[in-house]
């Protein structure tokens, strides 16, 4: 996935290059990485430092040096999703890797809780989903992509809501049988969760949906994936191009593959889903969301 | 006087519902039941406030739960606004009336404790979902006895902008309170503002203020289901059938809000003469409120009008950012389509998989921290280093006295002001007043003339902003101005009385920026209810 397409120009003679006389040395090692360090802090951008920038660019230029910070990243378990002025050494952590998330650690009531263990994953789906609405904008690598923390909420319950709205249509029960509380729909446990409350100390609910969206949002902030705009509607924010490669090449792939595991085929032709209605009265959006959700 | 414990809070599960259901004869009717059970459920809540008044740690046996919390709901679903909802401490405040005329005896902190009670209950703040669980069983296809959960809100919490809260009515709640709701919007207004004509022309004003309350509550419908779309531009240009569905939409809804702003103010002027001419003190109050919520329809309509016009504009710039854009060369993944909108219908169990797979990827790195023991004892051990807490020493600041070049002296203001303090009834020709001043002090007629230039376009809306009781105008009527300094029009200078009751109708929610006029110095006004005169709402229709 690494971006070699410049790599053919040929290097400047100040870079020192890894591959002469075919021996790398020490010196290489520690540079390559140093640049593995710096794509580990995902908010320090090539652009606010001079030594970054020095050792992205000798990364596209010297494919040995590239190589050997390749196989660093590998070994320490990161993936390398691009090196570019623009993104630096976006990295990401590979399954296993000592620096994988995992829900445990992010949040202790959805390492017990079943259904805040979905409500989080789910929060970080629809985030995505909300940055990127059209597969245009996934695909486009200048796309930068604008949310809002009660946007992305309004816009999950309303689509809960239209589910809701065809079960009740077609005259199913949707109330889960008590002793099986796994077999509950999915859209069903969000609408039972409260969009927001009130607390004594005038801070989010941690437990409703606008209080698990806040804190997915801020985790990504600190990840390096949004950046915070403003206080409208929740929190504005802004994508970086670290959460597009992020989730055009490794998050949407993976829950795809698991959703296709499951049997479950959507058939598309990769034009986007939300469309106007072919009805012309039915034109239902969800608030601040200003989507229109369509299946 | 001892706090009360108002955690006494816990999920409703009226097992009692469950009980009473019977074997039924056939699926159908199976069906019913499992309905009218789970409406039967929606209100337990309120029940349930009057049976567990008795736990409180206090003696709250006057006091009617239920009715509280019914006017409770009544409260949220009128207030329910444009942009959010019903304020929590505006709907404790209007419930107060209520909670002490049951115990006129009780003190103020008490009724207040009261209505907080029967509001957090309504929202049922100690559960995790913040809503109500009931269990009812149905028989399944195979004749299986199934419980279930049926879980539903009565007033839930939304977020406002500027991260407050604010609450709204569920559609559960409102199926409770008001019935059947489920009509056409636009003809349902209709049929209650028709329903209204007729009540004011027969003199029946206790049902027209209940069909006016109706007409407002439709109203705030009818907004919110046109504000959903006019944002829906702002992400997706495509999204919405900018064609053929929205332009129709927009002309419609400018359609209804210029129809029922006509109907709405040819109410106003019924009610406002039922108001004037009834002898009644009981019809003239109740004339008076229904006053206020046409006015209140009013201005949500011209706050729905201000929306639709901004609707164009934005139209343009995004489809200049979104739809002229170079296409990609490659196709993305449709993370709704491919992805949200196929796990929300699955078992949570199996959706969990999918989101699970989403969070280990989506989510970005982590660098696990470690610490060498001996830098952490050394951390440890380090004293916190003494932080000054006044900062540097400010050098002193050498100061010059500028020489006082103002050309007027506030002796002279006070002077010219004290001039113009007309009374409003009285307006005076700036000649007369350029007169008088030159008696007192040569200088005094220019700064005399400067203010009177001032206020020829006065601050309106500011003034009213700012609670001024009063304002200063010009208005020039043509006739020269006949002086030895001065040349112009000989302006009529006057004070203008502002009329701050009458102000929401024109008021721009927030802004309050536009007042459309000011009173003409005619005295008197009508006799009403209200404290001030009302010349500025008559002068608007």
């Known amino acids: ?295 | 006087m001892r706090p009360h414990n108002l955690s006494v809070v816990t999920v409703t599960i009226p097992h009692q519902h469950s009980s009473a259901a019977r074997p039924a004869p056939g699926p159908a009717a199976d069906e019913g039941l499992a309905r009218r059970l789970k409406a039967l459920a929606c209100t337990a809540p309120l029940h349930d406030l009057d049976a567990r008044k008795a736990n409180l740690a206090g003696e709250y046996g006057v006091y009617a739960m239920a009715e509280v919390a019914l006017a409770a709901i009544d409260l949220v679903t009128l207030n329910m606004d444009f942009d959010t909802g019903a304020d929590h401490d505006q709907i404790i405040h209007r419930l107060l009336p209520r909670v002490a005329a049951q115990a006129p005896g009780r003190d103020t902190a008490e009724h207040e404790r009261v209505a907080r009670w029967v509001l957090e209950n309504l929202i049922n703040v100690g559960s995790v979902d913040r809503g109500f669980r009931a269990v009812y069983g149905t028989f399944g296809p195979d004749g299986a006895y199934v419980r279930r959960d049926y879980d539903f809100k009565l007033i839930e919490e939304v977020a406002g902008s500027g991260g407050s809260i604010y609450l709204r009515t569920t559609d559960e709640a409102v199926n409770v309170l008001v019935g059947a709701l489920d009509t056409d919007v636009t003809s349902a207004q209709i049929a209650a503002e028709v329903k209204l004509e007729v009540l004011i022309n027969r003199g029946r004003l206790a049902d027209a203020q209940l069909a006016a309350e109706q007409a407002r509550y439709r109203t705030v419908q009818y907004a919110e289901i046109l504000r959903r779309t006019l944002e829906a531009t702002r992400r997706n240009v495509r999204a919405v059938d900018w064609l053929r569905t929205v332009p129709d939409m927009i002309a419609e809804a400018l359609d209804h809000v210029a129809d029922r702003y006509r109907h709405e103010n040819a109410i106003l002027t019924n009610i406002r003469k039922a108001r004037d001419e009834a002898e009644d003190p009981e019809h003239k109050r109740r004339a008076a409120e229904l006053v206020d919520i046409v006015k209140d329809c009013i201005r949500r309509h011209t706050q729905l009008q201000s929306r639709l016009l901004e609707a164009g504009p934005l139209f343009r710039a995004e489809q200049d950012r979104q739809a002229f854009a170079a296409p990609p060369s490659r196709a993305g993944l449709d993370l709704y389509g491919q992805l949200v909108a196929p796990v929300l219908p699955l078992p949570v169990e199996h959706a969990t998989r999918v989101t699970d797979a989403f969070f280990a990827r989506g989510t970005g790195l982590r660098t696990p921290a470690s610490v060498r023991v001996i830098d952490l004892v050394d951390g440890l051990l380090t004293p916190p280093v003494e932080r000054e807490h006044l900062g540097a020493e400010m050098p002193e600041p050498d100061l010059v006295a500028t020489p006082d070049d103002s050309r007027f002296t506030d002796e002279q203001l006070d002077t010219a002001l004290a001039l113009l303090d007309l009374p409003p009834d009285a307006p005076r020709r700036l000649s007369g007043l350029l007169a008088e001043a030159r008696r007192t002090d040569p200088e005094l007629p220019y700064l005399l003339a400067l203010l009177a230039i001032h206020a020829a376009s006065p601050p309106v809306g500011t003034a009213y902003r700012q609670g001024e009781q009063r304002l200063l105008f010009a208005v020039d009527d043509g006739t020269e101005l006949d002086d030895p300094e001065f040349g112009g029009a000989d302006l009529i200078v006057g004070m203008a009385r502002l009329d701050h009751s009458a102000r929401p109708a024109f008021e721009d929610r927030g802004s309050g920026g536009r007042a459309p006029g000011f009173g003409k110095g005619r005295g008197g006004g009508v006799p009403l209810p209200q404290p001030t005169t009302t010349r500025t709402e008559e002068q608007s229709q």
């Open chain 1, 1 to 295: 996935m690494t971006d070699y397409r410049e790599t053919e120009a040929p290097a400047q003679p100040d870079v020192p290059s890894a591959g002469q006389g075919g021996t790398i040395t020490a010196a290489d090692a520690a540079d390559a990485a140093r640049l593995v360090s710096f794509g580990l802090q995902p908010k320090l951008l090539p652009a606010r430092d001079a030594e970054y920038a020095d050792l992205i660019r000798r990364h596209r230029e010297d494919p040995p040096f590239a190589r050997l910070a390749d196989a660093v990243a590998a070994g320490l378990g990161l993936v390398v999703l691009e090196v570019s002025p623009r993104a630096g050494m976006a990295v990401a952590a590979a399954e296993d890797s000592v620096f994988a998330v995992r829900m445990g650690d992010y949040s202790r009531r959805a390492a017990s809780d079943a259904a805040d263990r979905f409500l989080h994953g789910l929060a970080h789906l629809a985030i995505a989903a909300m940055a990127f609405p059209r597969p245009e904008d996934l695909a486009d690598d200048g796309y930068i992509g604008r949310i809002t923390v009660n946007g992305i909420e309004a816009f999950v319950r309303q689509a809960c809501r239209r589910l809701e709205e065809t079960a009740d249509a077609n005259g199913e029960n949707t109330d889960p049988a008590t002793d099986a509380p796994g077999l509950e729909a999915a859209w069903r446990v969000y609408m039972r969760r409260s969009a927001t409350g009130a607390t004594k100390d005038a801070r989010r609910l941690a437990g409703s949906t606008t209080g698990i969206i806040g804190k997915a949002v801020a985790f990504l902030v600190e990840s390096g994936f949004l950046q915070r705009t403003g206080d409208e509607a929740g929190g504005t924010y802004r994508t970086t191009a670290r959460y597009q490669l992020q989730v055009r090449d490794m998050a949407g792939s993976a829950a795809m593959a698991e959703l296709l595991e499951l049997g479950i085929v959507p058939v598309t032709d990769g034009s986007a889903t939300l469309l106007p209605p072919d009805d012309a009265e039915a034109l239902d959006l969800a608030a601040d969301a200003g989507l229109p959700f369509h299946s």
